[in-house]
């Protein structure tokens, strides 16, 4: 799995920015990069990629 920090998520023109097998580093990339206002403007969420190629931002 991996978990990948995605701005805009859940709405159109997703991007991914950041990808990393650890929920930790993924967070802290997040937390690095971004306020909380940032964050909830830009709706930046972490997701998880599953093998089986789905996604999911349930964690």
Not at 14 to 35: L, N, Q
Not at 40 to 57: C, K, S
Request: glycine letters at 4%.
């Amino acid at each position: 799995m991996e978990y990948t920090v995605v701005e805009n998520s859940g709405y159109d023109r997703e991007k991914d920015v950041f990808s990393h097998t650890s929920y930790w580093e993924a967070f802290s990339y997040r937390a690095r990069h971004y306020t909380d206002s940032e964050i909830r403007e830009m709706h930046v969420e972490i997701a998880i990629d599953l093998p089986d190629g789905t996604r999911t931002y349930e964690i």
